[in-house]
């Protein structure tokens, strides 16, 4: 799929709301490190996922600006995969840095990132192949789901 | 023989069943029809087929007896044979309208492979793009054939022209083989007609045109998508000069063959290389649209810039018209190459060797020298003139004829109301209906290579056919000839594709 910018917006937020919701529900339990209760920690872990959904709108305008450099208008399979790295880290730096608040407990760095690197890849594989099953005008239209 | 177009029906734009039955060509009822039968008409049956629609409801009019078989004669002859890779993205499945899993996947599967995985991952940047070998992409396509019962739909014969039914729908008129009718012609009256007939023809280089009427030589001077093997065996029997024209992907291919053979069998060829347009560095109108280039090609990944299929220039193209898309077209078109990196190695060896020389410059003529070979009379636009001696000359151009160089597409301008797109060829609708050619409830849509031009760009490559495919199964699927494909019954399908159940 090669995006366009409401493509690349729409597609994250739906991937994130279906992909990203059924594997937050399976991980939370088992995150390394994990106690108390099991409500807040499902919170806090789909507080994380809100977060990457809300941030990555702001991403995405970026990717796109970047985008405009390549002749073909495109976005490699890898930058899509890559590009957890400056998100992850951001979306980290904010965690710790008290500037999230509103997510409490705040996850150590091995949840956050155990959490963080599986949700990524699982979208990322489901954006590169079993998406177009049920969607198939999905690729040919950028992204855009509805 | 009896049952041949009349005067009358050839000069009436608009028939009426009494005009036909009077005639006395035999008429058959077929609710949609496909003219044409290779890859275009393949596809859009397949997603009708998937979409719904039972075989008895429609047909396919060919000359050929399976729908890759002139795509094969003319990658086959380009030097693409079964076993080489053709410039196709990897999720570009004529045979698999979801595109999942894609070719790589398919091949690093099959062949135990992963190095096909890794390359998919990190092209185009560390590695060239993963292209399917051409006879993954044939066997494919005979799988599905088989499985959508695509010879049940195959009716053989010339399609000669289509002309619209007073009352609605169309008149398809076809020639059927030597003897397989008792009639001249027969004729298909539907409510659907789509055409697919694909390049209206080859069209020469008019200096070497020239040449070859004027000496009758059709051995030396050769287009590389005619049979032109005389040509590699005749290198292989002494040393010889090639003069290669174009800066496409055929040029590419037809150096690598001569390259291979020179290092495999260790011959003497020296190859010049002339280019039109001969690019030396990025090329393009500013910063947000400029294309890789160097010693004399553009290069781009596939035959058209990735995001017309599905991104931002599909988005974009979809709503210009007139002047501004022929515009639009004209700053992403141009002729261009893949930049791989095994071409690139065998370039930069010929040049160094001296056996590789690309030159810009203009062919004024071709004359035959005393000893039988070739001289092209070359001018640069520094004005330098260069008159290189060749033994064979290859054309690779692959310039394309008018539309109107083919028949149905002629008959069709003339008569039916369908009119020219900005860049000349037939203009379409958004969902690949030919305009002005509505009639009642009926409808007539074109794809392929005869609609570039329209409001979707990439019209001539696997995946644009499937997008126009796409594109008139919905059409369809509004007028109420099928059902719309949602998300359920779309997956419940792709699931009768993977274990290969009829649809």
Redesign the interface.
């Known amino acids: 799929m090669v995006p366009t910018l409401f493509g690349r917006i729409q597609t994250r937020l739906f991937l994130l709301a279906t992909v990203g919701v059924i594997i937050t529900l399976l991980i939370v339990p088992v995150l390394p490190g994990a106690s108390g209760p099991i409500g807040p920690r499902y919170v806090s872990g789909f507080l994380v996922l809100a977060s990457v959904a809300i941030l990555g709108v702001l991403w995405e305008f970026l990717y796109h600006f970047l985008m405009q450099f390549r002749w073909e208008k495109d976005w490699p399979t890898s930058f899509g995969l890559l590009t957890l790295i400056p998100e992850g880290l951001l979306l980290f730096f904010l965690l710790r840095s008290g500037v999230a608040s509103f997510i409490d407990p705040v996850p150590t760095a091995g949840q956050f990132w155990t959490h963080f690197v599986v949700v990524w890849i699982c979208v990322w594989l489901t954006a590169n192949g079993p998406m177009r099953v049920p969607f198939i005008r999905w690729r040919f239209r950028g992204g855009r789901v509805l | 023989m009896t049952g041949d177009l009349t005067p009358e029906l050839l000069g009436t734009p608009e028939w009426t069943d009494q005009m036909v039955a009077a005639a006395g060509i035999p008429m058959h009822d077929i609710p949609f029809l496909t003219a044409g039968g290779g890859i275009g008409s393949f596809v859009t049956l397949d997603y009708l087929r998937i979409y719904g629609v039972p075989t008895s409801q429609m047909r396919v009019v060919s000359n050929i007896d399976y729908p890759w078989q002139t795509y094969e004669f003319l990658t086959r002859c380009s030097q693409i044979p079964r076993p080489e890779r053709i410039r196709s993205d990897s999720?570009s499945r004529p045979d698999n309208?979801?595109?999942?899993?894609?070719y790589a996947?398919e091949e690093a599967w099959k062949e135990k492979n992963p190095a096909f995985l890794w390359q998919?991952?990190?092209?185009?940047?560390?590695n060239d793009y993963w292209t399917p070998r051409a006879g993954t992409v044939f066997a494919n396509l005979e799988r599905e054939a088989k499985r959508i019962s695509y010879w049940d739909m195959l009716v053989k014969g010339q399609v000669r022209m289509v002309r619209k039914r007073v009352g609605g729908g169309y008149f398809t008129v076809v020639t059927p083989p030597e003897g397989a009718a008792p009639t001249k012609r027969i004729i298909f009256r539907s409510r659907f007609v789509h055409i697919a007939v694909g390049y209206p023809g080859l069209k020469f280089l008019p200096d070497l045109q020239e040449f070859r009427q004027k000496y009758g030589d059709y051995q030396h001077v050769v287009n590389a998508y005619e049979p032109h093997e005389q040509v590699y065996e005749f290198l292989k029997t002494r040393p010889g000069t090639v003069v290669i024209r174009g800066g496409g992907i055929v040029a590419s291919r037809v150096l690598q063959r001569l390259f291979d053979d020179r290092e495999k069998l260790n011959l003497q060829t020296q190859i010049v290389h002339i280019f039109r347009t001969f690019v030396s560095g990025s090329h393009?109108p500013h910063?947000?649209?400029?294309?890789?280039g160097g010693d004399g090609w553009a290069y781009?990944?596939f035959n058209y810039?990735?995001?017309v299929?599905?991104?931002?220039?599909?988005?974009e193209m979809r709503k210009l018209e007139g002047p501004a898309r022929a515009q639009k077209y004209k700053d992403m078109g141009g002729t261009n190459t893949p930049k791989r990196r095994r071409w690139q190695e065998q370039m930069r060896a010929g040049r160094n060797g001296g056996y590789y020389h690309a030159v810009q410059g203009t062919v004024e003529k071709v004359e035959p020298a005393q000893d039988g070979r070739l001289i092209s009379h070359v001018r640069s636009k520094d004005g330098t003139i260069r008159q290189p001696v060749a033994d064979y000359i290859i054309d690779c151009t692959g310039l394309e004829a008018d539309i109107a160089e083919h028949r149905v597409f002629a008959d069709l301008l003339q008569y039916s109301g369908a009119y020219r797109n900005p860049v000349g060829r037939l203009e379409v609708e958004r969902h690949f209906e030919v305009k002005g050619t509505r009639n009642g409830d009926g409808a007539l849509y074109a794809s392929g290579s005869a609609t570039l031009g329209g409001y979707f760009p990439g019209v001539d490559t696997f995946l644009g056919l499937q997008?126009a495919a796409?594109e008139i199964a919905d059409d369809l699927a509004r007028r109420g000839f099928c059902r719309k494909?949602g998300?359920?019954r779309?997956?419940s399908q792709?699931f009768k594709w993977a274990f290969n159940s009829t649809v």
Do not use: D, H, V
């Open positions: 999720s309208l979801w595109g999942f899993p894609s996947l998919i991952l990190t092209e185009p940047i560390l393009g910063i947000w649209m400029r294309r890789r781009q990944g810039p990735k995001s299929w599905g991104g931002q220039l599909k988005a997008i796409q494909m998300p359920l779309s997956t792709w």
